[in-house]
């Protein structure tokens, strides 16, 4: 079945990069997203990547893509206080619909 | 900037009362979602709409709960008898075709 896995919880200090990681298990997905969600808000869109593509890199944000190991990572680089809040992974399921299966997100805490 | 909007942002109720949500997504979004994240856990997909058609309500629990997209275009959840445990964020969103969804802010439900 479908399910994404990720670590709950990431302390980082400001100004260092943070690495957030996800495991899918749906080798069929077609997208693999990044969405964050601050406190008492709905989610936001970040970054997301084509399963045919290993990396893509936007701005402070880096993605990798292992489908050997259906592993995705999110690399934040020069953490700020601002990046504090819960970002979590989904993958499309096929099926024609875009229906998106989410994991159950990593907090991420940014201190001076 | 479109969004999607929702209403009411917050609802309090006793249980066994009947309560409703409203999601009106971006223009011309044919898809329509609802999602509802449980605290500390990722959103879990309740029912899909393409256009005015169900597409997927698999894990909507029928007995107490259903959706309705009328014309294609705003949708509303519905929950009646209000159960405890159905105290959660109700997340709405909207795609078009890209697989990028756009969340509205919410709508947190409690349950007495």
């Known amino acids: 079945g479908e399910d994404v896995e990720q670590s709950l919880f990431l302390s980082v200090r400001e100004g260092d990069s943070s690495v957030i990681n996800c495991t899918y298990t749906?080798?069929?997905?077609?997208?693999l997203y990044w969405y964050k969600q601050e406190p008492g808000a709905g989610l936001q869109l970040l970054t997301y990547?084509?399963?045919?593509?290993d990396m893509k890199q936007d701005q402070r944000l880096t993605v990798l893509l292992n489908k050997k190991d259906k592993h995705l990572s999110l690399r934040i680089a020069d953490t700020q206080t601002g990046d504090s809040a819960i970002y979590f992974c989904?993958?499309?399921?096929?099926?024609?619909?875009?229906?998106?299966?989410f994991g159950a997100g990593t907090r991420l805490a940014v201190h001076p | 900037e479109a969004e999607v909007a929702q209403s009411p942002r917050y609802k309090i109720t006793e249980k066994s009362q009947a309560v409703a949500f409203w999601c009106d997504p971006i223009?011309?979004?044919?898809?329509l979602y609802w999602y509802r994240q449980i605290l500390g856990q990722g959103p879990e997909l309740l029912v899909q709409?393409?256009?005015?058609?169900?597409?997927?309500d698999s894990q909507l629990p029928k007995d107490r709960f259903s959706a309705e997209r009328l014309k294609g275009v705003d949708s509303t959840l519905k929950i009646q008898p209000a159960e405890l445990g159905d105290s959660a964020m109700y997340l709405c969103?909207?795609?078009?075709?890209?697989?990028?969804?756009?969340f509205g802010e919410g709508s947190r439900l409690t349950v007495l």
């Open positions: 969103a909207s795609s078009w075709n890209t697989g990028e969804l756009f």
């Open positions: 749906d080798s069929s997905s077609t997208y």
């Open positions: 990547i084509f399963s045919n593509m």
């Open positions: 989904a993958e499309s399921s096929p099926g024609g619909y875009n229906k998106l299966i």
């Open positions: 223009s011309g979004h044919a898809t």
């Open positions: 709409f393409q256009d005015e058609s169900v597409v997927d």
